[in-house]
């Protein structure tokens, strides 16, 4: 059953290549460039310049660039190291992710230089993706690169879902919260979007470079207050939200700001895109199957209660097909000591302390991206015998979940899913089968 759930996985994540999303959805007859509803004839436009940030943007910049060619007059990429492409006429910087470093602030200069020239006549495409929050680094007067790398990690750590920690980013930022839309205003701005998001929130997905932000410097202190990160941030960077509450700094721009009038922001592909062809793919294994949800949410122990509760209690005749649910969303972990791992190893082998030893169930939990966290694994998967057979060989569970370590466990139990860089990133999946 593992290898089945590993292929339902497999399928999900293939949907959602970059290629096939914009082969798909985004065509070149003639002159125009056909997008959902839209249409853009360009020849009317004087320059096309394209820009692209996040962990997909190499994927999808490639696929641009074999579209529109030598009609692109510059443009340049931001993705996470080893993440790169080979490109014809786009430049590209790799940089760090989850927290930003030196290379992300040179990139995302660049991004800015082109963005600077960009006119009332000019075409620019803007392909986001997730990832592109820490990988897009810019300093905001007084905050220096070890300040924002602090307060980054502080974020990533501290529990809070990317909503709250994006509503931060985005106010110590001149490219986040449509702030990169400003900057381009009055060009004509198309922004193929690739969601990482519950709910596919264009002001979150990416922190929203060409959203209205619906978010203020005071939710942003909100969130700090929330988290109780006051005193755990650099002053320069609490001094900066500070100012901005006081409306010594101007506001992200909202969504009714005519900066907007120009922008067409288009999510071509999300979490339910894959989930569709996972559950395709469960079917031709001949499993009965269900998505049963595309927002997972919140602390990965709630996460998992549901999941399982969903699975124990799942009404079908006997011995019929394997059970196979799905569920796509972001659960989150609040991270303490200095073990290595991700949330879904974390949370799927919380599941496999969690599982009646009584139940045939096996559970998979992966990032589309490949990636799980700082780690080489996209995730892992258990079934009701991990446990066990882990404390038969000496290797203790509840120590590796205790000390933030699923890495090392499943390392040494075994269960990881490695994929590799997949090129895309729809958040993550959950393959749950049940077997009577
Ligand atoms: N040792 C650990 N155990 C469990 N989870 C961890 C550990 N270290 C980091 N994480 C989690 O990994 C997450 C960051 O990893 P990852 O790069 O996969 O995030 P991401 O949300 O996919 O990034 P982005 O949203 O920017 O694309 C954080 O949310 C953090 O809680
Ligand atoms: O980059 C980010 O902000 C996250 O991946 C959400 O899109």
Redesign the pocket.
Known sequence: MKDIAEQIFLAGVDAVLPEKLIRSQVKLSGDFLHLAEWEFPLSRFRQIYLLAAG?AAAAMACEMERLLGDRIRDGHIITKYGHGRALKRLTLTEAG??VPDAEGVKGTQRMLDIARKAGENDLVVCLLS??A??LMADLPEGISLDDLKRTNELL??CGAD?AKINTIRKHLSGVKGGELARTLFPATTVSLILS?VVGNRLEVIASGPTAGDRTNFADAMDVINSYSLKEKLPASVLHHLQKGVAGSIPDTPKPDDPIFQNVYNYVIGSNSTALRAAAQKAKELGCTTEIVTETLQGDYTAVADYILDTVENYQRPKRAKPLCLLFGG?P??K?SGN?????NQ?LALYLATRISPKKRITILCA?T?G????TDAAGAVIDDKTVSNALERGINPYQYLNG?D?YHFFQQAGGHIMTGNTGT?VMDMIVAIGED
């Open positions: 962990k992710h989850p997730g990832g929050s820490a990533v750590t990317i990482d972001e989150t972990v991270v073990g290595k791992g991700g949330r974390h990032g991206d990636t799980d966290g700082p933030c699923s990133n």
